[in-house]
């Protein structure tokens, strides 16, 4: 019986320490990319917001294509904007998009 209660205080013990380390602090900062060569809104606008959305550190991405802008926010610590225009520009081969920072 107390070989039981030492067993469940470690594994309670352990659960904690383990949750306690996983917990990292997010820097939320956003930014609204222009991009250019999009042709369609179902082709390339949701292609687009569908990789950013699956890429670390982004926590949202919304792409409108009548406005040719993506709005995304996204964790400072595991990405930059300058990451963000690089991984826009890469998709399609890299030779289609073109992100520049709105002001």
Known sequence: MMSK???YAFAI???VITACKENKTVK???VA??????TCEIGCAK???????KKEGVLDAKVIFTDSIANIEFDANTTSKKDLIAFVEGIAGGDMYKGFRKL
Request: glycine share 4%.
């Open 13 to 15: 013990a352990l659960f």
């Open 47 to 53: 292609t687009i917001q569908s990789k950013l959305s």
């Open 28 to 30: 939320k900062e956003s």
């Open 33 to 38: 990319l222009a991009i250019s060569g999009m």
């Open 5 to 7: 209660k030492i067993f």
